[in-house]
């Protein structure tokens, strides 16, 4: 029986990770319960984690949200909400009522952002530390949705150790952070492919700018680029960029086999 595999076909093994937004009843991606059970048989392999965009944790349906949640669990995909819930929670002076939130959900993780609030360097380590001892798995997210200045990899990678070193799962990198970055001072993402935390960050792209983004970040940084925000359908599309199949990067995997072949005789 004719068939492929590919060393990316094992998730727990696999490098390159793909994080989707589930944004509920939105344009870039909407599944609905019934969708997503479609979703995770026929591309859940592909997916390592899942984000709940948003407020969507405390504005959508109880029993739409723990099933969602429950579908992601079952599948081994982990599941956290988005950082904006975390910073609302911040401005009402609710964090335990946001550990109860997620509780009530199951939902086992949560992003620290600062898109529209700041930490101090304590505050940030404080949040850390009650959120991983409430049991949670920590994401924080590095940087604002529209920065005035480029920003400085320094700074991001002593963010990336410090947050890490007391128990951050992972650090997203803000898409407006790397856009203004790669526009301004192309020669630093550059420097960017060599530097040792590249395995410990995701790099946010923008739903409505697939594949082009998408495509540019798999040339940037190789097909084990960690990607975020990748709207549901284009999981699949997602994959097989990274695998070197797609007419938008004129199939290199079947240009691999021609010249296979042609050695072979």
Known sequence: MLTITHPRDDRALRKGKTMIIDCGPEISGWTGRHGLGDLLEAVGNYIDVAKIATLNAITMPDTYLKNTITQYGDAGIQTFAGGLLFEYAYLKNEIDGLIERLRFLNLGGIEISENYITLTEAERDRYIGV?????????????????????????????????????????????????????????????????????????????????????????????????ANVAPSHVYKLEMLRRGRGRWIDYPFFRDLVAEHNKAG
Do not use: C
């Open 131 to 227: 959120l991983t001892d409430a049991g949670l798995e920590v994401v924080f997210e590095y940087g604002q949705k529209f920065p005035e200045l480029p920003m400085d990899l320094a700074e991001l990678e002593a963010v990336i150790d410090r947050v890490t070193a007391i128990g951050a799962h992972h650090v997203i990198v803000e898409q407006g952070e790397f856009d203004l970055l790669a526009a301004e001072r192309p020669d630093e993402v550059e420097a960017m492919k060599s530097a040792s935390w590249m395995s410990k960050i995701f790099i946010e792209v923008d739903t409505g700018e697939f594949p082009d983004q998408q495509i540019a970040m798999i040339e940037r940084f190789g097909p084990d680029v960690n990607i």
